[in-house]
């Protein structure tokens, strides 16, 4: 009988920033250096999942694996005036 190894399906938040020259940068905050970029939004989705995946390959024993699937967080920009 072949032993099948089950597959965590984590999930963390993503920051979008658009750039001014184009495209789109991304980090993950919850995972300090883990970075990309994309010439459009689904580009830097994309190649961020990539980075998430090599950056658990590379430390799992390091890594706290956290799920942030249950954390309620959003982002709001908030302006504030000063002189």
């Known amino acids: 009988m ?5 597959l965590k399906i984590l999930q963390y ?4 920033q658009e750039e001014k020259d184009g495209g789109f ?3 993950v ?8 970029q994309g ?6 989705a994309n190649n961020i999942k ?6 658990i390959e590379e430390s799992p024993n390091k890594l ?13 920009p908030i302006r504030v005036a000063y002189a």
């Open 29 to 36: 905050p919850s995972l300090p250096g883990c970075c990309s």
């Open 64 to 76: 706290q694996l956290q799920d942030e699937s249950q954390e309620k967080q959003f982002l709001i």
């Open 2 to 6: 072949v032993k099948t190894k089950k």
């Open 39 to 44: 010439d459009n939004l689904e580009h830097a």
């Open 13 to 16: 938040n993503a920051v979008f």
């Open 50 to 55: 990539e980075a998430i995946s090599l950056y």
């Open 25 to 27: 940068s991304v980090w």
